[in-house]
């Protein structure tokens, strides 16, 4: 299990965003995803590349 932080979030906050932030940090910290994959999440959000965190698998 990944985590429950996403329960309820919707991305339409701040809030709601470091929701799926921390989830997502947590999948590529396992592993789940690939390095290319990992480093997509949050490209155009300002978070930079490869920092593992953002909107998710597109």
Do not use: F, Y
């Amino acid at each position: 299990m990944v985590g429950t932080d996403l329960i309820g979030a919707r991305g339409a906050t701040a809030a709601d965003q470091r929701k799926i932030d921390r989830t997502v940090v947590g999948i590529c910290a396992a592993a789940v995803w690939s390095k290319a994959e990992c480093s997509s999440h949050g490209e155009g959000r300002g978070h930079g590349e490869g920092r593992g965190h953002g909107e998710g698998r597109e």
